[in-house]
């Protein structure tokens, strides 16, 4: 297998040598290594609501100050960053050009990225499982006008996307407690986006197909799943509670908004004729 290093050149007046053979090419740099540290929206350094985890990987650009992000030709174009639970590395080496730079960091990676203002992003229409529910949870991340150096360059995330928190509460009328089997689907929402990679802005996919999806499960009254920023301005069918053999559906209007965890409280009833809906405010930044 062939690997591949490279490292770029920091300063004009330095040669630059070359090793090149069937396993392994290196050019020589007198700069240091791109070192990157990645703060989750939580705070933490260590995807979960709340940190990173083992092998996570990250997507890094960097272009200089004066240039655009774009497609190819950036200093460094779609590099993968792998955790390790302690820090971040690249398992190709990057480093740093002479100059300024922006730096722009997404997750989760994707190695193939067709383009950086319209990359199509689509969030699982199965959250039930934590791994659905984290790869649908996309986070972005930029740094501008900075120098290279040695140590690591602090990154702060933020999610781009929107959270639904749905909280079930039973009402005068239902008996029992609610089934730790209950399932329950947010209906009539687009799960493919369009974000820019230089900005983090994100969108729904005007010519995407709505589509239903299945919560995760945090306990038996509480669930959750990440959507793709939109408005549903019109009553249709907006989340479904299935116990056993019963089924809850109820409609409403919302307007999913980036970056933003909504609460939707439904109290049940024995009768689901009677069952009530009710759409929370937004918090900002998930917390």
Known sequence: MKTTRIFWAAMATLAMTACNNDEEQVLSSAEGEIQLQFIHPSGQTRATDTSFE????????????????????????????????????????????????????????????????????????????????TKSDFLWASVS???????????????????VNIVLEKGESYQGEIPAETEVYLYNTVPDALVSLSTGDACKDSYGSSESIRCFQESPAKYK????????????????VLIGNVSYLMEGTISYKPGMRHTITITLEQDPEQIKINIGGEIGGWN
Request: charged fraction near 25%.
């Open 54 to 133: 083992d092998e996570d990987e990250i997507g890094v650009y960097v272009t200089t100050t004066e240039s655009k992000l774009q497609l190819g030709g950036n200093e460094v174009n779609n590099e993968k960053f792998v955790f390790n639970g302690t820090s971040w590395t690249s398992p190709r080496k990057v480093y740093w050009n002479e100059g300024r730079h922006n730096v722009y960091a997404y997750y989760p990676y994707t190695k193939t990225v067709n383009d950086v203002e319209d990359f199509r992003f689509r969030v699982q229409t199965d959250q039930s499982t934590a791994d659905g529910y």
């Open 145 to 163: 006008d900075i120098a290279a150096s040695n140590s690591a360059v602090r990154m702060q995330f933020a999610h781009k996307l929107s959270c």
């Open 225 to 240: 799943a990440i959507v793709v920023p939109q408005q549903i301005s019109s009553r249709r069918p907006l989340v479904e």
